[in-house]
């Protein structure tokens, strides 16, 4: 199945699903479209992996046929190779599963990969870059999560930054960097400094009621701070 394209040459704001009022789930998903949003973001929690339990394939299936936004799962859940196929099916382009759950990921970068789709691995706060380092070259993506996985709302952990610096200068050309957790305007300056380009951020566009506003909002601070950051590293190079 191939997956849809998303243009990160500018970095992207990717609401999480798990802020959203699921009691209009549908309706968010239109909200969302009309406020700019290019892709969604779902965390997938299996009451296991992280001590919360949120939704599964069959839910983000169910909007697939109602919009063609990019759609990012973001599976934190134990055993990500048993269900793999079920997320590819339900239309999700882009599949990213912890290096916790599943140490020696190669073979499954490999099988989300050939279905289409962007392979991507996260990593939790307290686990270091040399942990992943063996499998940037089979990531499209590499998820830094800036709390600890398994609710929304936490505050942003800034020692984080150092390990999207790292990644920044050991992935591939075309590799994302996504951060995820307590992303807001406070904070989506620093990461975009620090390299990423993908900012996943839950109550700082849900808990607005312009959601169009929310995301200019830290779309052009994050622009800011990603420029002022290509500048100085363009002027060190000519240095």
Same mark, same amino acid.
């Given at each position: =199945? ?55 394939? =069959? ?41 916790? $759950? ?13 279905? %289409? ?13 040399e942990q ?21 709302g936490q ?32 904070t989506i300056?620093?990461?975009?400094? $620090? ?35 290509? %500048? ?8």
């Open positions: =199945m191939p997956s849809r394209s998303l243009n990160v040459e500018a970095p992207v704001l990717a609401p999480s699903m798990l802020k959203c009022d699921f009691a209009d789930l549908a309706g968010e998903v239109r909200r969302l479209e009309s406020a700019g949003a290019q892709v969604l973001h779902w965390d997938v929690m299996d009451a296991n992996f992280v001590p919360n339990l949120s939704y599964g394939a =069959m839910l983000i299936k169910s909007l697939r046929s109602r919009t063609e936004l990019f759609f990012d799962a973001h599976l934190m859940i134990a055993d990500p190779a048993k269900y793999l196929n079920d997320y590819v099916a339900a239309g999700c382009d882009a599949v990213t599963i912890h290096i916790e $759950a599943v140490p020696a990921p190669g073979e499954l970068l490999e099988r989300i990969r050939k279905a %289409g789709v962007k392979a991507g691995l996260a990593l939790n706060p307290q686990t270091p870059v992943v380092a063996p499998h940037l070259g089979q990531c499209d993506l590499v998820l830094v999560m800036s709390v600890q996985p398994g609710f929304g505050a942003f952990i800034p020692d984080v930054l150092q390990k999207v610096q790292q990644l920044r200068s050991l992935v591939r050309p075309g590799t994302w960097i996504s951060i995820d957790g307590g992303i807001g305007p406070d300056a620093e990461a975009a400094t $620090a390299g990423a380009q993908l900012f996943v951020a839950g109550s700082s566009i849900f808990d607005h009621n312009d959601y169009q506003a929310a995301l200019r909002d830290m779309e052009s601070r994050a622009a800011a701070a990603w420029r002022g950051a290509q %500048g100085r590293d363009s002027a060190g190079e000519a240095g």
